[in-house]
Structures are given as C-alpha cells and as structure tokens.
C-alpha cells in the first residue's frame, strides 16, 4: 500500500489466543475471493476516506497456538474514533481545527489491532454524528455503489461505502440514533448495533452515551459474525436454542416494500429450517403501549385511534429528547465558544439541542428501564423480533427540498425500538424493490448479541436463496367468474363487515375480487376491513387499485387517506382528503382530516 504511513501497535504482555480452526479459514478464502473480484476499488476509494493510513496489527503468536481470529482482514474506522498521533475530527473542519491530536487509541480499535486485522484508514461520517442521509458538506458525499445518484445514510456513512464496495472487510462506526442501520439499509450490507453499554466507547467521541454504540458493517455473513465475536469477545461455543421469530405486522405497514419480498421471505425460511417454532405475527405497537406507561407523557394529543402508532411515535420523541438532552450537555460550551459553520441539516438538529430545554429528564431514563423489560419480556433469550430497517429508500443526492417531517417520522419509529430499549439489532439485505436495497432488521433483547449474530448467520444463505425465488417469479391476476356471484360474496363480506368479523370480511371481498378484479367497490370495501386490522399498507393497496378503476370513489380516497395517515405519509394522505372534498365538498370526515394534517404538516 503505497503512500500510505505506517504506524505499528506497542507490543502487548498478554497474548490473547482464539483459535480460527476451520471456519476462518472459510471465511478468509471468501474474503479474498471478493477482492480479487473488487480489484478495480484499488484505484477509486467511492469518496468513502478522510485520511488513510495502516495501523499493523499485534504479532501472531508463536506455534503451536492458533492465528489470530481476524488475521488477514482489513478495516475501516469512522472520523469520532481517537488513534494515537491523529486528531479525531468528527466529521467537522471545525472540530478538527479545534482539538489536538489523540494521546491513546480508542480500546475497540485496539480490540481489532489485537485480534489480527489491519486498519486502513478514517471514513467520512456527518458532522458531529448528527445526520442520517450521510452528506459532509467539509469532506464531499460518498458514493454509495448499490445507487450513486442517492445519499449513502449516515452517520456512518463512509464506513458503509468502504463495506459495500468492498475496500476493507468491514469498518466500525457508531450507532446512536441510526448512524450503523440507516447506511447499512442504504448500501445494501449488513450492519450490527450490539447491546447498549457491551462494546467500550472508551477513546470515542459521544454524542448521547444513553444511546451511542459502537457498531460494524460488512458484506459478508461470516465476516460480521467473526468481527461481531470479537468485537464483543463472545465465547465461540454456545448450545443452540430453538428460535422464535416474532414478525411486528404494524410496523411493517410503515415500509413500502411489497409484504411479499419481506414477511413471506422471512416466514418461510423460518418455517423450512430446523430448530425455529412457526413464526408468530403481533402488533407490536399496542404492546409497547400496554407495557411502557412512561411513554404517556410523551404522546400527542391525536384523533388517530390507532395507538400503536402514536405509541411508537412517542417513544421516538423521548429518544430525541434524550439524544437532544445528552448532546446538549456534551458540546453545549464548544458550540457556543467556537459557533461551528454546519449543514443546514446538522445545524437544524445541533440547535435544537442547544436550545432545548428538557423537564422530563428522569422520566427519559424511566422509558429506557420500562422499554428494555418490555423487549426482554416478549423475546426472552429465544426469541428475535423483525421489523423494516427503514421505512422510505434513499434520497437523491444534493437535493434541494428539506426532508419531510414524515420521513424522520417513519424513519425514527423504527429506529427507537433497539435505541431506547438497548436491545442488539442486525440489518439485513433482502434484495431490491424498484432498484433500492430492501433491508430487514432483527432485534433481540440486551445482552443476547451472540444469539442474535447466530441466528443471522444461519438464515442468511436460505434468506437469499428465497430473495432469488421471489425476483424470478411472476404473479398472475385471477380472472374468472361471474358479477352474480361476486354480488353475493360481496354482500356477504358486508354483512361479516357490520358484524366487526373483519377477517371473515376479508375473505368474502376476496373471493369476489377473484371473481371480478376491476370491481373499484370490491376493492374499497376490502379496504375498510383491513383498516379495521391495522393492516393499512394492504389498505391503500386495495384503494389504488379502486381509483385506478372509479376516480370518482370517494370512500376509496377517504381510506386510503387513513391508510396513509395511519403510515405518517401526512402530505400524501392530505392529497387524498382533499381529492375526497373536491368530489363531496360537504363530507365532513374529509374535512376534519384536512384540517388536522395541515396542523401537523405544518
């Protein structure tokens, strides 16, 4: 590596021996398949570095004992973690400009030094750590190579690029909001948030110690199960638990992505491999707000009746707070002395947490206790809860236009479940939909991060296999029948419908949209029941397909309104209201639904 500076490690008195036996010899060969296959990233770095470097790793020790577990691999690390000799600059020209070089390196870059791999060098990240679209307005934006015309994510942005183009086997970041899942969702790898208070941040810069992480990201299954072995220093031999698989339908109404490419990949491979009980579906937002009542406090005044949703929608309102909170008491002085020249993005988020003030404090705490026994109490040590790791695709690069209040929205429901609760959580590629990257998370409960990397590690080929399976097929409408009978099932699923037997409803509307597909009155109908069910994206699905065929159906706009209301996508859901309006100027459901969505649009 020429060019490059080279810095060797001081030598250590305690030699730490992990075998590697046959299972990294594996791993290395893949790795090494993947550069050769990469070769052509030796000349473009995708704007991933800030600086580059070797750090060596520890000597090998001597025969017979076993190499050391990550010789052979190399990494990356974000701009917030401290090396020796080198200012750590936090993504900021400013805070680098401000700060002296680090007298120690961080302990978790130290881990890797001493498990074998060899650090290359420090990746762009948003400024502060405050961003989740991974823009650097001091550094430049890194091209994520799975979309180069959108962001990356952030905060851990290059880190991401440099996993996902495979320049290093894998790179370490921070997570404290978003920073490790959202770029990993981005780029199309993989990317783990362990435990909360697991993995020493010793030597990295906080931004909220209640929520920071540090966390990897790679491409390769067997990569992210070694690194996230020895990241934690977990014990190799472990028995192997019968797993749960606990599918949050409502939240996945947040993300829209086809069902079909996500929860139907998931179940299956569940169902086909050995040592897993059948899948089971809940709404975890109800659960959530039937087991943390501090959450109470936090919640809006809302006519929304589903308060699953405005429970998660609370619980990611304390998380900000709590982040707002901590920052505020970590940087308040230097913000004030030095007044940084930030992005509109991160100077928006830094001023809100300068001039906030918080009065709930203890019960920000209180909600992080209630959310961790809640998560352990419905996982317990065998089960892992899946979810979307983001609700929207990425952003296109430099765009103009600020980002919605419903994408942070959506985006951070998501994302307070593993931050408040402390809980580990591994995103997970899943194929494409409409040429983004699909990613799903897994979240298992604090402190059963090997669990966790376990169960990732044995579903992943089958997962793929079924990504394969579902991109090469084709579904093709049902179109047979006569309107009479469609009549009569329809008339049937109605009268299930007023009983409030909504999935006996679904089934009749069903059976006649079989039987008449262009029915627009089919279609809405089966709308409503599933609204019934919290099942909003099938929801506005149904409506879709009901406009498509009647644009003068009024009830179809006023439901698919409320789907998307129910989703947090307020401006499309404001369209429809007014759309309903337009056909019916006096209905007043639509009426009030305008006038509560421009409140909170606004």
Same mark, same amino acid.
Request: glycine share 8%; charged share 20%.
């Given at each position: 590596?020429?060019?490059?500076?080279?810095?060797?490690?001081?030598?250590?008195?305690?030699?730490?021996?992990?075998?590697?036996?046959?299972?990294?010899?594996?791993?290395?060969?893949?790795?090494?398949?993947?550069?050769?296959?990469?070769?052509?990233?030796?000349?473009?770095?995708?704007?991933?570095?800030?600086?580059?470097?070797?750090?060596?790793?520890?000597? $090998?020790?001597?025969?017979?004992?076993?190499?050391?577990?990550?010789?052979?691999?190399?990494?990356?690390?974000?701009?917030?973690?401290?090396?020796?000799?080198?200012?750590?600059?936090?993504?900021?020209?400013?805070?680098?400009?401000?700060?002296?070089?680090?007298?120690?390196?961080?302990?978790?870059?130290?881990?890797?030094?001493?498990?074998?791999?060899?650090?290359?060098?420090?990746?762009?990240?948003?400024?502060?750590?405050?961003?989740?679209?991974?823009?650097?307005?001091?550094?430049?934006?890194?091209?994520?190579?799975?979309?180069?015309?959108?962001?990356?994510?952030?905060?851990?942005?290059?880190?991401?690029?440099?996993?996902?183009?495979?320049?290093?086997?894998?790179?370490?970041?921070?997570?404290?909001?978003?920073?490790?899942?959202?770029?990993?969702?981005?780029?199309?790898?993989?990317?783990?948030?362990?435990?909360?208070?697991?993995?020493?941040?010793?030597?990295?810069?906080?931004?909220?110690?209640?929520?920071?992480?540090?966390?990897?990201?790679?491409?390769?299954?067997?990569?992210?199960?070694?690194?996230?072995?020895?990241?934690?220093?977990?014990?190799?031999?472990?028995?192997?638990?019968?797993?749960?698989?606990?599918?949050?339908?409502?939240?996945?109404?947040?993300?829209?992505?086809?069902?079909?490419?996500?929860?139907?990949?998931?179940?299956?491979?569940?169902?086909?491999?050995?040592?897993?009980?059948?899948?089971?579906?809940?709404?975890?937002?109800?659960?959530?707000?039937?087991?943390?009542?501090?959450?109470?406090?936090?919640?809006?005044?809302?006519?929304?009746? $589903?308060?699953?949703?405005?429970?998660?929608?609370?619980?990611?309102?304390?998380?900000?707070?709590l982040q707002r909170h901590e920052f505020k008491t970590n940087h308040e002085e230097w913000i004030k002395s030095?007044?940084?020249?930030?992005?509109?993005?991160v100077s928006n988020r830094v001023s809100a947490a300068i001039n906030t003030t918080q009065e709930n404090v203890?019960?920000?705490?209180?909600?992080?206790?209630?959310?961790?026994? +809640?998560?352990?109490?419905?996982?317990?040590?065998?089960?892992?809860?899946?979810?979307?790791?983001?609700?929207?695709?990425?952003?296109?690069?430099?765009?103009?236009?600020?980002?919605?209040?419903?994408?942070?929205?959506?985006?951070?429901?998501?994302?307070?479940?593993?931050?408040?609760?402390?809980?580990?959580?591994?995103?997970?590629?899943?194929?494409?939909?409409?040429?983004?990257?699909?990613?799903?998370?897994?979240?298992?409960?604090?402190?059963?991060?090997?669990?966790?990397?376990?169960?990732?590690?044995?579903?992943?080929?089958?997962?793929?296999?079924?990504?394969?399976?579902?991109?090469?097929?084709?579904?093709?409408?049902?179109?047979?029948?006569?309107?009479?009978?469609?009549?009569?099932?329809?008339?049937?699923?109605?009268?299930?419908?007023?009983?409030? $037997?909504?999935?006996? +409803?679904?089934?009749?509307?069903?059976?006649?949209?079989?039987?008449?597909?262009?029915?627009?009155?089919?279609?809405?109908?089966?709308?409503?029941?599933?609204?019934?069910?919290?099942?909003?994206?099938?929801?506005?699905?149904?409506?879709?397909?009901?406009?498509?065929?009647?644009?003068?159906?009024?009830?179809?706009?006023?439901?698919?309104?409320? +789907?998307?209301?129910?989703?947090?996508?307020?401006?499309?859901?404001?369209?429809?209201?007014?759309?309903?309006?337009?056909?019916?100027?006096?209905?007043?459901?639509?009426?009030?639904?305008?006038?509560?969505?421009?409140?909170?649009?606004?």
């Open positions: 590596m020429s060019g490059l500076s080279k810095l060797n490690v001081s030598n250590p008195k305690v030699w730490v021996v992990i075998g590697v036996g046959l299972a990294g010899v594996l791993i290395l060969a893949e790795v090494h398949r993947r550069r050769g296959k990469a070769s052509s990233y030796d000349e473009e770095d995708f704007g991933a570095f800030i600086e580059r470097f070797e750090l060596l790793p520890f000597p $090998q020790p001597p025969p017979p004992a076993a190499r050391l577990p990550l010789s052979g691999l190399t990494f990356a690390i974000n701009d917030n973690f401290d090396i020796k000799g080198y200012i750590t600059g936090y993504g900021s020209a400013e805070w680098k400009r401000t700060h002296e070089a680090a007298v120690k390196t961080a302990i978790v870059v130290t881990t890797m030094l001493r498990s074998g791999a060899t650090c290359v060098g420090k990746t762009i990240m948003d400024e502060l750590g405050f961003g989740i679209l991974g823009e650097n307005k001091n550094y430049g934006t890194p091209t994520n190579p799975q979309k180069p015309s959108h962001v990356p994510g952030g905060s851990s942005s290059g880190s991401a690029v440099a996993a996902a183009a495979q320049i290093v086997d894998f790179a370490l970041g921070t997570d404290t909001v978003a920073c490790i899942r959202v770029p990993a969702s981005f780029c199309g790898v993989l990317g783990f948030r362990p435990s909360h208070g697991l993995v020493s941040t010793i030597g990295v810069l906080p931004n909220s110690q209640s929520l920071d992480t540090v966390g990897l990201l790679a491409s390769v299954p067997s990569v992210l199960h070694l690194v996230g072995h020895a990241l934690l220093q977990l014990n190799t031999l472990a028995p192997k638990k019968t797993r749960r698989i606990v599918i949050a339908d409502d939240i996945f109404q947040l993300s829209k992505v086809p069902l079909q490419k996500t929860v139907y990949v998931i179940s299956k491979v569940a169902d086909k491999l050995s040592g897993y009980q059948t899948s089971k579906h809940i709404n975890f937002g109800q659960y959530i707000a039937a087991n943390v009542p501090s959450l109470q406090i936090f919640r809006e005044e809302s006519t929304d009746q $589903q308060t699953g949703m405005s429970t998660l929608r609370a619980l990611s309102s304390a998380m900000l707070f030095v007044k940084p020249k930030l992005s509109s993005d203890k019960t920000l705490y209180k909600v992080r206790i209630e959310m961790r026994t +809640a998560l352990k109490s419905l996982l317990k040590d065998d089960g892992i809860l899946v979810i979307p790791t983001v609700a929207d695709p990425p952003l296109k690069r430099s765009s103009r236009k600020g980002l919605p209040t419903e994408f942070h929205d959506r985006m951070n429901a998501l994302l307070s479940i593993a931050n408040m609760s402390g809980g580990c959580q591994v995103a997970i590629p899943l194929g494409k939909h409409d040429d983004s990257p699909i990613s799903v998370s897994f979240i298992a409960s604090h402190g059963n991060d090997k669990f966790l990397l376990d169960t990732v590690l044995d579903m992943y080929s089958s997962l793929q296999e079924h990504v394969s399976i579902i991109s090469s097929s084709s579904l093709l409408p049902d179109m047979n029948g006569s309107m009479d009978a469609a009549e009569l099932l329809k008339e049937k699923g109605n009268a299930a419908y007023k009983g409030k $037997q909504w999935n006996k +409803a679904i089934s009749f509307y069903s059976e006649a949209i079989k039987l008449e597909d262009t029915n627009a009155t089919y279609h809405s109908n089966r709308a409503a029941a599933y609204l019934e069910l919290g099942c909003f994206q099938q929801a506005e699905d149904d409506c879709n397909k009901a406009i498509s065929f009647d644009k003068k159906n009024v009830k179809a706009y006023l439901r698919r309104g409320t +789907a998307r209301e129910s989703m947090l996508f307020y401006k499309e859901a404001l369209q429809d209201f007014k759309h309903a309006l337009v056909l019916e100027p006096q209905n007043k459901v639509a009426g009030l639904a305008e006038k509560r969505l421009r409140k909170l649009i606004s």
